[in-house]
């Protein structure tokens, strides 16, 4: 039966909703049970990985920003960026959403081609899910399921071994910013607006909208790294790498020495920061929502993950150096070292959403 | 690190309260990483379960209705019971919440100590989780992985089954209408205020109060009727039987005839119901969040099943058949039938927590 798209969900139904979702959802490849009974039933080898993570309106998102697609395909990227910083191989999702009754149809379908599509990019099932109604903030929460064997533990990382990123830094901070200064991306991932940029910016601007509205975790890497043992610890860059790699230390036992000269900062996001007279290392290190790897790798195995990476055409960069001592972070440059305090994204520090003001 | 309990959680900062709370969370069999990493780890059979349902503020329940170490309980128990549903054996679980900063570490602990508590009563262990900060209602969103291997399905209901129901129905939404009329339970579960009611109504104010605030679904039933292959089908109630029979009719493309006055109406719901002059079997067939099972079960095999359900002091009530014909319900009394249409909470039915108001 075909529904109105333009429906509010809260004429249709829960009934009528789930019949329409149970219908949009396809099976997949282990799945016994998917959506539609009270639980799914996979098929699972003897170890499981397991990850969650949400966004929430207002919190990690802004509506009149984030069209819902993209929304969509980022709430799955997330919890693929955590599992396969993990070293697993993402296979199957739940997906649990607040929604307003006043939201329509066509906002849940569009929310649901995001990630159908990141789904199948991934090659991950979605199995089941929640509809629940709420009076305030959407809620798109996530759960991944994946396989996995050798796993890439934050604990591990040595003295000796080198601090390497994946991908470039800060571009999706800066999009978080453009995003304020009104510049938009259409569902399909193409700029409508500039904001407060001339037309000249398109290119970097487009480029940073999608680094926050459409992160690609180079999940493919975690996988390969585990299988052939090329990382000592591993996590993904989610809060900035300033705090990320603090947690690194803390669950290794280890100092972590950066060189700031060898930050892959991203160079559209650094051309804008540049033209508004900004600073575009403190966006690297802090400007969180990079969804990269950080890895622990020794010094011997560098180039092989570098051979790894650049099969898939994913950047790798060598940023430094793990040391003996106190969980902590420097950075360390022609002047000597200098400590690095964590200013990463804290949403619980802030009590009227500054996790979504732009990152310094 | 000892931290105070009444700071607000937007004071401690992410950080710091996931600390806390890894230090909290035990681990537990088969889980090779736990609360911490990037992603948790578990050892897992060659089939799982997995099944997700979130406790939304305002829509499930009212803060100064609900003390937080029962929503934690009421959180975990209302998965446990779907995956009991399937045959399955709950084994490990994610915890994803949303909070405002101003909430205070004393809620968060209580709430834990639902969770924690809930959780080792069912043997399963806290794997990971997230938290997320909201400036609107308070989300516990709670994913539940499983052991199985013979499922209940609910298609399988053939003509001529029995329907098979588990405890009594009705209290829980009695309970609702009790917290709205004032009456209360402490974290502990006792009765501290009767609301609208005299002292003299104190064991059922209470017993409804429990229902609802904190359901106890008979959740080893599910794994061994599953594993003697004694339903054809099954699922848990938790819309009421009205609507949750319905699904169950249109999974298994049969029709239902229910005998009202066979069902299990909760004693004390129905004594309330009666000294109010209300409907006790609306209360009883449409009331919700029983968390009870609803079965398909040959005629020959009925007495098997009760047997089972005695063995845990689960009682079982035979409250109608499954006939051949289009999906539906109807109610079987002397006068003859008639239909029966579904009027279960259906929470995107209302647009201001009308799945609040208590049932008819």
Known sequence: MEIDAGKQIGELGERALLRHLRARIPSGEGVLVGVGDDAAAIATGPLTLITTDALVEDTHFKL??????????KALSINISD???????PRQAV??????????????DALYDGLLERAAEAGLSIVGGNLASTSGPIVVDVTVLGLGDELLRRKGARPGDRIVVTGALGAAAAGLRLLAEGARLDADGALTGTGLWTESSRIPVEHCLRAQLDPAPPWVLGRALAEQKLAHAAMDLSDGLSGDLLSLCEDSEVAALVDPSALPIDAHAASLTRARGGDSLGLALHGGEDYQLLLAVAPGAVPQVAELASMWEIALADVGEFVAGQAGVALRGKDGVRPLRPRAYDHFLSKSGKGMTPAP
Chains 1, 2 share one sequence.
């Open 64 to 73: 009149e920003w984030t069209p819902p697609r993209l929304l969509g395909r």
């Open 83 to 89: 599992l396969a910083a993990m070293g697993g191989v």
């Open 95 to 108: 997906v649990s959403l607040c929604l307003r009754p006043e939201l329509t149809l066509q906002f849940l």
